[in-house]
């Protein structure tokens, strides 16, 4: 613009234009000036504006943070709280993105707030994950009680009904809602699992106990033969045994010493069993003591007040064993006579030892301190009387007492006196100027001082005094000797206090007659229950109470035995749970499956066998019981048939400790039951639960599972326990030791499949089959083929809904069933409970698909038990390792339904055993065509496939057979086979032919 201008100027004077330029000039810089100041105003204007917005968007902010850390209730609300928080600050900042300032506060918020949210949300799950604990661990208590309740019921109706209705159950049920509430779904399934699982065994338990148990829950009867039934639960205590503590696993012999010196240091209270109570202090004195030391002795009870404080106590501290109505009886004599004889004593109540230290200190201490002392008595009991409850004075005492026991200890005498008693006394005693004594003590030091002076030994006496007085412990020596002498002349017994107290006074000679006081400290209580001193004849039995005798002996119980005894407690605690967890306890608790079914194979065969295997073992219930102990029990089975399930059952039900030995952790490699030789951590664990079971020795079952991984050498260690010798060679905390079995409850169970993990097949040593009985699950005898079909349903009943709706009500209608479809009967059986029409036909079509599933199963069982015990030098065909086991049945059941098909059911077995394959690699296909033949479901394709493999396998087996390492022995092997091809031709020409 300014160009503009001055190119239209029409002034020829280059002066005069240069001054009108100059002056547009200054006129635009104004103009500029301007400008920029308005800008700057408006600049200021808007910051300021800008400022009281963001403050006013801050303050409304900061609020929401207070409300939204308010609202956050639980951890999930953290997060949807800072996200909208997040969102708001977001918006800020896109409001303010031209005010550095206010971006670098938002960021400084942001930072704030999320580490605001994250403690808040941290605190949240803490806080939660405790609750849960607490509400789990409290359902668990519950349960425990829960059980011991269920198991006192007689039948089912009970049963049913308590864990219908019961409120302790119902409390269960409202903590596993709480836990669902509050997030931990993992625990709420738990305790719902936990009451079932309950109520399952209990009508389980009930079952046995009509149907095994004689004499209430003490005998168990398998097959023939009876035995008796350990109700010890294992547990680790500590006991004293030959005046040495030893861990003891109860129900067992397992005793092992403990080395704790701290345990060894608390000897004296090993005796102890409660903490109010030893040899030396009894219950209701220890009760009297503790409300005696509670209350205020100036303020006057009724008996009324004081049995109410009495039962406040007692039921405060029930651990501290009080019996309603004697201990709490006993106790409220004592306690009035005991607030009787304080306040009849006065000073006196304070033990002779104890005001003659104070009234030593108060003489030998110098005038300045005793001036500095004596003020402060003044008015702390001025103090005192205004204000009785008062503690005001708990310096003074505290600096008296320091000085009393620096005074003690620097002339090494009155070791035992309770120093700030002393100083409490002294206290008390020097509002005056004298010093109280007890009449007897008084009467004595008058025949003292006057026999001195009847053999004028005063003066000699006194002179004796004054040199002595600078070493004070020889001084007080020597003037109790005097007195002791001086007693022993006139032939007066006197207590050793009393002794004290006159040679005290002899010493400060500051006895007056004006303080002498004659209160006895004694006094005569009847009618006591639980506790007597003496008892004259022909008179009734009392108990002496002496003020400083009680005094001392229960303040030396509370304030030096109690502690020990806690001590000692707190101690065997920690050297408990330390071992427990240790020896692993809870792993050898017995926990059938709530899926095992007792069936009639089970009683009918299972029971007679086990049973004489273990009357030779542990010994049958009654006079004729074996005391030769001998055998061991060996069971074989493909897997899956429950071997292990089967004994945890017998085990639990005989009250034995179930010690599982997993065959293999141990491995082929290990030989010895040395747990020193083990090559990892888990082959060691085991030997050394082996050796523990050793250890135990009594009312223990030995289950050696899957022995068919361990080496027949380590195997063979278990012949001499079999032998009627019981013994066997260990190794317990590295020291060898020969444990001797006989005449204990110690059986050996082992358990073992066909096939080795190696695809080898299982042979048992002959020396331990020899001495073993030893059973198959899965190839019962012919005879009972019928119970063993049987059995495969029965075991499935829990895996199939429409068969468990019938058996709810008994065993009897699926029995009934299946004769009903076995026998082809026209006529529906009468069934037990309430059963609809569709239920029962629901029923009977699944279990005829069932039934032709089992018998699919047992074919497979049957085969693979035939494959298992054939020599490889006899086969024709591949190995068949398919496996038909109740494992097998259970899974194939869970998936059956009325509505399914002749060719469902099919597809069912063919896609299970097409699964089960898979773990074959190579042998899948051969496996399968086996199947398919034992199926009758080969088609010709199928057929000319198996024809073609078991040719294979079987011109393979011959070439391997005569070695195929060696290159001759395989031509041979070849020229046989081109041999046997031109025989095979040669027939079928002579057959043509003829």
Request: glycine share 4%; proline share 2%.
């Amino acid at each position: 613009l300014l160009i503009d201008i001055v190119n239209n100027l029409k002034v020829e004077d280059t002066s005069h234009s240069t001054q009108i330029i100059e002056n547009i000039s200054l006129i635009f810089a104004q103009l500029n000036q301007q400008r920029i100041a308005l800008s700057n105003k408006r600049k200021s204007i808007g910051e300021k504006e800008a400022k009281a917005d963001f403050q006013a968007q801050m303050t409304l902010f900061e609020q929401s943070i207070v409300n939204y850390l308010e609202l956050a209730t639980s951890p999930e609300k953290c997060d949807d709280f800072l996200t909208k928080l997040s969102i708001q600050l977001e918006e800020l900042e896109g409001r303010f993105v031209d005010y550095d300032d206010f971006i670098e506060l938002i960021g400084e918020k942001r930072e704030s707030i999320y580490a605001a949210f994250e403690a808040k949300k941290n605190n949240l799950t803490e806080s939660r994950n405790k609750r849960a604990g607490s509400l789990f661990a409290s359902a668990e208590r519950m349960l425990k009680g829960i059980k011991s309740r269920a198991a006192s019921f007689s039948n089912e109706t009970e049963i049913n009904g308590y864990f219908a209705s019961d409120l302790m159950i119902e409390k269960v049920r409202s903590v596993a809602e709480q836990l669902e509430k509050i997030g931990d779904s993992a625990k709420s399934e738990d305790l719902a699992n936990q009451v079932q699982v309950l109520k399952q065994e209990t009508l389980r338990a009930l079952k046995d106990k009509k149907e095994l148990f004689e004499e209430g829950n003490n005998i168990i009867k398998l097959g023939a033969h009876r035995f008796a039934v350990n109700s010890q639960k294992l547990d680790l205590t500590l006991i004293i045994k030959d005046k040495k503590y030893f861990y003891h696993l109860t129900g067992t012999s397992y005793y092992e010493p403990i080395d704790a010196t701290t345990l060894y240091d608390l000897k004296d209270v090993w005796e102890q069993e409660l903490p109010s109570e030893n040899r030396e202090v009894k219950r209701a004195e220890y009760l009297a003591w503790q409300l005696f030391k509670s209350l205020n002795s100036t303020q006057k009870l009724t008996d009324l007040s004081l049995k109410e404080k009495i039962n406040e106590y007692t039921a405060a501290n029930y651990g501290e064993g009080y019996v309603k109505g004697v201990h709490d009886h006993d106790a409220l004599l004592i306690l009035k006579n005991l607030l009787q004889k304080h306040s009849d004593l006065g000073l006196l109540r304070f033990s002779p030892d104890t005001r003659i230290l104070a009234q030593l200190f108060w003489h030998f201490t110098s005038e300045e301190k005793k001036a500095y002392f004596k003020k402060q008595f003044v008015l702390v009991n001025l103090l005192k009387q205004a204000f009785p409850d008062t503690k005001e004075h708990a310096h003074l005492i505290e600096k008296l007492t320091e000085a009393i026991q620096y005074f003690a200890t620097e002339h090494q005498f009155f070791e035992h006196t309770n120093v700030k008693e002393a100083a409490i006394y002294l206290s008390e005693e020097q509002v005056t100027d004298g010093f109280v004594i007890d009449k007897v003590a008084f009467d004595i030091l008058k025949a003292f001082q006057k026999e001195l002076k009847s053999k004028n030994a005063d003066l000699g006496f006194q002179n004796a005094q004054q040199e002595l007085k600078a070493h004070i412990a020889e001084y007080w020596h020597l003037c109790r000797q005097w007195v002791i002498t001086f007693l022993d002349s006139t032939g007066k017994s006197v207590p050793e206090s009393t002794i004290d107290e006159v040679a005290g006074f002899i010493m400060t000679d500051a006895s007056d007659a004006k303080y002498v006081q004659s209160v006895s400290a004694q006094e005569k209580i009847e009618g006591l229950k639980s506790i007597t001193h003496s008892s004259e004849e022909g008179k009734e039995s009392y108990y002496l109470l002496d003020y400083h005798e009680f005094c001392a002996r229960l303040n030396h119980f509370v304030s030096y035995i109690k502690p020990r005894y806690l001590q000692l407690q707190e101690l065997k605690h920690q050297l408990i749970e330390v071992k427990r967890r240790s020896l692993r306890l809870h792993e050898f608790q017995t926990q059938v499956l709530t899926s095992f079914v007792r069936n009639k194979l089970i009683n009918q065969v299972y029971f007679p066998l086990i049973g004489s295997n273990f009357a030779k073992q542990i010994g049958a219930y009654g006079n004729d019981k074996r005391t030769d102990r001998s055998g061991m029990l060996l069971l074989i089975s493909p897997p899956g048939y429950g071997k292990t399930t089967l004994m945890e059952y017998v085990a639990d039900r005989l009250g034995l400790i179930f010690m599982k030995i997993n065959g293999p952790s141990i491995g082929h490699e290990i030989t010895s039951v040395d747990p020193g030789e083990a090559k990892n951590a888990a082959t060691k664990q085991e030997l050394q639960k082996l050796n523990l079971a050793f250890e135990m020795s009594d009312n223990v079952m030995l289950y050696l599972d899957d022995i068919q991984h361990c080496n027949p050498e380590f195997l063979q260690k278990f012949i001499s326990l079999a032998d009627g010798q019981r013994k066997i060679e260990g190794v317990f905390n590295g020291e060898a030791k020969t444990y001797d079995f006989r005449g204990k409850r110690f059986c050996v169970v082992m358990a073992g499949n066909p096939y080795t993990e190696s695809g080898d097949k299982f042979q048992i040593p002959d020396m331990l089959s020899n001495r073993a009985d030893i059973y198959n699950l899965g190839d019962t005898a012919s005879n009972k083929a019928d119970l063993f079909r049987l059995s495969l349903i029965e075991n499935g009943l829990t895996s199939n809904d429409y068969l468990k709706s019938i058996t709810q009500y008994g065993m009897e209608n699926l029995y009934k069933l299946v004769s009903y479809i076995d026998n082809n009967e026209q006529s529906l059986p009468v069934l037990e409970g309430n059963l609809s029409p569709q239920e029962i036909q629901d029923c009977i079509k699944v279990l005829q698909k069932i039934m032709h599933v089992r018998d699919v199963v047992l074919k497979v069982n049957g085969e693979y038990i035939r494959s298992a015990a054939m020599s490889d030098d006899y086969r024709t065909e591949p190995p068949f390792k398919l496996q038909g086991s109740y494992r097998d049945m259970n899974k194939l059941m869970s998936q059956v339904v009325p509505i399914m098909k002749e060719k469902e059911v099919l597809q069912l077995l063919l896609d299970h055993y097409q699964n089960e394959s898979q773990t074959l690699t190579s042998d899948a296909e051969a496996n399968l065509l086996k199947l398919a033949e034992l199926m009758d479901n080969l088609d010709e394709e199928k057929a000319r496939r198996w024809s073609t493999i078991k040719e294979t396998f079987t011109k393979n087996n011959k070439i391997k057979g005569l070695g195929d390492s060696d290159r001759m022995s395989q031509i041979i092997g070849q020229m046989t086979l081109f041999v046997e091809g031109l025989e095979n031709i040669e027939k079928a020409l002579s057959k043509r032919k003829n």
